[in-house]
Nanobody
Framework: QVQLVESGGGLVQTGGSLRLSCAAS????????MGWFRQAPEKDREFVAA????????TYADSVKGRFTISRDNAKNTVYLQMNTLKPRDTAVYYC????????????????WGQGTQVTVSS
């Protein structure tokens, strides 16, 4: 089994920055891609970004493009989400997930999830 451990969430003012980390562990960990999603209260889970592990190719939701950057560290089996120029609408619980199969921006295409970390952006 793969375990995903997230860290880095917190409270930040509008215009500030945070970096989220997601460390993957497991004896058989090997996935083609990893993703970040977020979910605000009473809202559906929303795609944020994804990265192809081997090539480093990245893709982003339009709402975060130009502000957020997803990256990975092969040696540490860790995925990062650098979030700059944060806005109140970015407030949500952020989840990392391991891709299984299907459309890259659908939550159902991922079969292993972290516990989530709260990001709150104050005005």
């Amino acid at each position: 089994q793969v375990q995903l451990v997230e860290s880095g969430g917190g409270l930040v003012q509008t215009g500030g920055s945070l970096r989220l980390s997601c460390a993957a562990s497991g004896r058989t960990f090997s996935r083609d891609a990893m993703g970040w999603f977020r979910q605000a209260p009473e809202k559906d889970r929303e795609f944020v970004a994804a990265i192809i592990w081997r090539s480093g190719f990245t893709t982003y939701a339009d709402s975060v493009k130009g502000r957020f950057t997803i990256s990975r560290d092969n040696a540490k089996n860790t995925v990062y989400l650098q979030m700059n120029t944060l806005k109140p609408r970015d407030t949500a619980v952020y989840y990392c997930a391991a891709y299984k199969s299907g459309i890259y921006n659908y939550p159902s295409s991922y079969d292993n999830w972290g516990q989530g970390t709260q990001v709150t952006v104050s005005s």
